[in-house]
């Protein structure tokens, strides 16, 4: 199977409450795109990465969102290091299989300190 | 408050020299304009009196106030306008001076607001550029003062929790300061 076409796996265009969130920092965050008027979409589609030999998919990457008016994708990873790193090789082969694709990634420390120029203290400790 | 700062990013003397970098560009830019400056409270209003007072033409300069994400203020959900500017800027050029530009979330929507209103011309000056952090990629900026790495900085305006704007200087805060709020907050 050729690596250009994404799966769609459901967008979910939705008021934050209603979308059921893997983590607490992706509630976050969808809370402050909600702030400033930024359209988003929750996991609306699998990268595959990887087939095996009959054309399945054994590797995909499910970046957290979608930005349709920015046509970017955005990661947040809250994850610890070696974690991290398998996530930063999953993004390496996404660019390469998907060019044309813009994908952000947000790490743990980033998304802290964003969320601490908010006065989001608490928040960030999660 | 100085026991708090890891170490000085940019000094006075930096920030000094390079606002007025950027206000001979701009005086060139706008020679006749008339330009409307219009700043967001509180974090801009230092580097916007800087920079006004090195800039060698006549100009206007207003202030505009949101709600900040995570604020008391900031219930509804949605960002608001607290204070809108006092002068139409429809036909005007104007500059929409910042502090930082980070994520571009809240230019972004200043840009939005602002445009509406028709302008002739409308420009970001940024004192500081964080692009690492950039959500709105697209956020075109005419004037930026430095382009700074991705640390936590307080100073000349910029402040976390309301303290530290009155700092001269630009300083990174110290990870322990950040980590004992948050541990506050939690508790």
């Known amino acids: 199977m050729g690596g250009t076409n994404p799966a769609v796996k459901g967008s979910r265009s939705a008021p934050t409450g209603a979308v059921h969130f893997a983590h607490q920092s992706e509630a976050e965050f969808a809370k402050i795109l909600d702030f400033y008027g930024i359209r988003w979409e929750y996991e609306p589609r699998a990268f595959p990465l990887r087939w095996d030999d009959e054309g399945r998919a ?11 008016d920015l046509d970017l994708y955005i990661e947040l990873t809250t994850l610890k290091q ?14 390469e299989l998907y060019p044309g694709v813009h994908v952000k990634i947000f790490y743990g420390r980033d998304f802290r300190q964003l969320l601490l120029k908010y006065g989001r203290e608490s928040a960030a400790a999660l | 408050m100085r026991s708090d700062i890891r170490e000085i990013l940019l000094d006075r003397e930096q920030i000094a020299v390079r606002v007025r970098e950027l206000a001979a560009e701009i005086s060139r830019d706008y020679a006749g304009r008339n330009p409307l400056f219009v ?5 801009a209003v230092y580097f916007l009196t800087d920079l006004s007072r090195a800039v060698e033409m006549p100009l206007e300069i207003d202030f505009m106030a949101i ?15 607290i204070k809108d500017l006092d002068v139409e800027i429809t036909g005007r050029d104007v500059l929409l001076v910042e502090d930082i530009i980070d994520t571009g979330l809240t230019a972004g929507y200043l ?7 028709s302008p002739s011309t409308l ?23 430095f382009e700074i790495p991705d640390r936590f900085v307080v100073g000349y305006g910029l402040d976390y929790r309301e303290q530290y704007r009155h700092l001269p200087f630009i300083g990174v805060l110290k990870d322990e300061v950040l980590r004992e709020a948050a541990s506050a907050a939690d508790a």
């Open chain 1, 58 to 68: 054994t590797e995909s990457f499910n970046p957290d969102f979608y930005l349709p």
């Open chain 1, 82 to 95: 070696s974690l991290v790193t398998k996530k930063n090789r999953k993004l390496r082969r996404l660019r």
């Open chain 2, 39 to 43: 700043s967001v409270l509180k974090g």
């Open chain 2, 67 to 81: 709600t900040r994400y995570g604020s008391a203020r900031a219930q509804s959900g949605v960002v608001r306008l």
């Open chain 2, 111 to 117: 840009i939005r607001l602002l445009q509406a209103r």
């Open chain 2, 123 to 145: 420009r970001i000056c940024t004192l500081l550029d964080r692009p690492y952090r950039r959500i709105l990629e697209t956020l075109e900026i005419g004037y930026r003062g």
